[in-house]
């Protein structure tokens, strides 16, 4: 076996860079169905880092509006703070234990 270089068949091409041209014409369609996927996926990560950036900024602006209705919940459900606010209707924390009811079967 020698190595012998193809012989190009000039019939068919009318001139070199069309030949070099559709030689190379399934890598040339590789590389652009590369760049096509390589292009897509850009999009998609950027889309991504947008999506992802709008739920920072709505979970910082939930937790500014949480935390003080936290506090403000906990300071109204005190022993003290509900006690006044039951007052007016006479109602008062019991200082004895609560009775425990026993059956009695016949």
Same mark, same amino acid.
């Given at each position: 076996?020698?190595?012998?270089?193809?012989?190009?068949?000039?019939?068919?091409?009318?001139?070199?860079?069309?030949?070099?041209?559709?030689?190379?014409?399934?890598? %040339?369609?590789?590389?652009? %169905?590369?760049?096509?996927?390589?292009? &897509?996926?850009?999009?998609? &990560?950027?889309?991504?880092?947008?999506?992802?950036?709008?739920? %920072?900024?709505?979970?910082?602006?939930?937790?500014?509006?949480?935390?003080?209705?936290?506090?403000?919940?906990?300071?109204?459900?005190?022993?003290?703070?509900?006690?006044?606010?039951?007052?007016?209707?006479?109602?008062?924390?019991?200082?004895? &234990?609560?009775?425990?009811?026993?059956?009695?079967?016949?």
């Amino acid at each position: 076996m020698k190595n012998e270089v193809p012989k190009i068949e000039r019939r068919k091409y009318t001139s070199v860079s069309n030949m070099m041209v559709y030689k190379n014409l399934p890598f %040339l369609s590789v590389l652009c %169905l590369l760049g096509l996927v390589y292009i &897509a996926n850009v999009h998609i &990560a950027e889309k991504n880092m947008q999506k992802s950036q709008k739920l %920072l900024e709505e979970l910082r602006e939930l937790k500014s509006e949480y935390w003080p209705l936290k506090s403000s919940i906990l300071s109204n459900s005190t022993e003290v703070q509900i006690s006044k606010k039951v007052s007016d209707q006479q109602l008062y924390i019991r200082t004895d &234990a609560p009775k425990k009811l026993i059956r009695k079967e016949n």
